[in-house]
Nanobody, 121 residues
Framework: QVRLVETGGGLVQAGGSLGLSCAASGSVFRLGAMGWYRQSPGKQRELVALRHSLGNTEYGDSVKGRLIISVDNIEKTGWLQLNGLKPEDTAVYYC???????????????WGQGTQVTVSS
């Protein structure tokens, strides 16, 4: 079964850094775009960062300049490092990936299980 598995997250003090990773598991033929979105209580899910298949990256306005994203298309794994964390960065972070399963020609959107990031002031 194809899925995205997230690791990382947790509790960090304001001003600190945190790393998240996301790995595609199962029989995956191709990884297209990969990135992260986040959602805090009472708010809509918003973009954190998204690396497109051509290598260009989109960043959410609220985190621009404070993060590093990298994606290994062969290993089908991505990493996100968040720096200069603020209490308003507290949210559940969801990995997003466009995967083409083995035996399929259809790229499909998958979401990770989500991981909690809590920033204390």
């Amino acid at each position: 079964q194809v899925r995205l598995v997230e690791t990382g997250g947790g509790l960090v003090q304001a001003g600190g850094s945190l790393g998240l990773s996301c790995a595609a598991s199962g029989s995956v033929f191709r990884l297209g775009a990969m990135g992260w979105y986040r959602q805090s209580p009472g708010k809509q899910r918003e973009l954190v960062a998204l690396r497109h298949s051509l290598g260009n990256t989109e960043y959410g306005d609220s985190v621009k300049g404070r993060l590093i994203i990298s994606v290994d298309n062969i290993e089908k794994t991505g990493w996100l490092q968040l720096n200069g964390l603020k209490p308003e960065d507290t949210a559940v972070y969801y990995c997003y990936g466009v995967l083409t399963p083995v035996g399929s020609e259809v790229p499909t959107v998958y979401w990770g299980q989500g991981t909690q990031v809590t920033v204390s002031s």
